[in-house]
């Protein structure tokens, strides 16, 4: 077990609909969080190239103009912005944990990319089910996208948004002994006062309760919307009334739901820092650890999926007609 480091997560807008500066952008919130000797930091939901608040804010026929920009600007795995970042992390020894859409053959996910201190990808996960309107947008992660990654500073996972109200996800996660978790979150200035669900208040208690729950330390990385934002997707006064400038609430929490660091002002950019002790763990676990001692697997089990789901699973004549278990793990591996 390492001893305490810092760790940080992200409040910040993107360069919206820009990936290049986006990039340059969160590299610059890597180098400060390593002039302060961080050793991991997180981003928020897709923080690469922004979240994409037009599909709150009218019909999803009237979004269509955005779509190629947005699409042109989702990440591609193996391009030179992600070679970028991975020497970001390396350049600046400490783990990235980026948010970001992703574009993969012409289908965008949501996602968060793990890249190690050597600049290593340690995951490419995506988010495993969008929520509501996002699904016009995005497609869905499988089991595989649930992963838990031995790290030199713990064991270490992430999720987006709401899938820190779906409580099997949240299970899953748990039962990998996962001690320290990324939770992207885009800002909380969306439908302010109109939908309590979708407020600062209801999504900070939920990366709260993740961290008494499965006695992690949680960063809460949590994205801001700039003026630039606004100008671009408030074209009428009813989007200006729905979507407001910041909403920025980035946390972190130690295993036994306690507040970390300092934090920054809805509308203010930068990182909240704390210092992280893997030690206090074993105080929450003796306590409640539900997928250990807490656990009651004679009443209640979870049925994990692991395994990779593409849409084809291609394989030769001389194969057998339909593969194997053993074939399609085989493939998955390559």
């Given amino acids: 077990m390492s001893g305490p480091f810092k760790a940080a997560a992200v409040q910040a807008s993107p360069v919206f609909l820009d990936l290049d500066a986006s990039v340059d952008k969160a590299i610059g919130l890597i180098e400060a969080a390593a002039a302060q000797d961080v050793k991991i930091i997180a981003f928020p939901e897709t923080y690469l190239p922004g979240y994409p608040f037009y599909i709150w804010l009218d019909a999803p026929a009237m979004n ?195 507040p970390l660091g300092t934090n920054l002002a809805p509308d203010e950019e930068g990182l909240v820092i704390a210092e992280i002790d893997l030690n206090m763990i074993a105080i929450g676990k003796a306590a409640a650890d539900p997928c250990g001692h807490y656990a009651r697997p004679d009443v209640f089990r979870l049925m994990f999926n692991k395994k990779p789901s593409p849409p084809v699973m291609a394989f030769d004549t001389d194969e057998a007609r339909f593969p194997t278990d053993e074939q399609e793990d085989a493939r998955a591996a390559e």
């Fill in 64 to 258: 269509m103009p955005f779509v190629p920009q947005y699409s042109a600007n989702s990440i591609v795995e193996g391009s030179s912005q992600d070679k970028r970042l991975a020497k970001a992390a390396k350049d600046n020894n400490l783990q990235v944990v980026m948010g970001l859409s992703c574009n993969s053959n012409g289908t965008l996910n949501m996602g968060q990319w793990h890249y190690s201190a050597e600049g290593e990808v340690l995951s490419r996960r995506r988010k495993l089910k969008p929520t509501h309107i996002e699904r016009t947008v995005y497609g869905e992660g499988d089991g595989s996208d649930m992963v838990v990654h031995d790290t030199p500073q713990g064991r270490v996972g992430a999720l987006c948004c709401w899938e820190h109200i779906q409580p099997l996800n949240k299970y899953a996660m748990y039962s990998q002994n996962e001690q320290i978790h990324c939770a992207a979150w885009p800002s909380f200035s969306l439908y302010e006062g109109g939908a309590y669900a979708l407020g600062a208040e209801v999504n900070t208690s939920a990366s709260q309760v993740y961290a008494v729950e499965g006695q992690c330390f949680v960063l809460a990385a949590c994205a801001t919307v700039s003026d630039e934002m606004v100008a671009l997707m408030c074209t009428t006064d009813a989007k200006r009334a729905m979507l407001k400038k910041g909403g920025g609430y980035a946390r972190i929490f130690g295993p036994d739901g306690a």
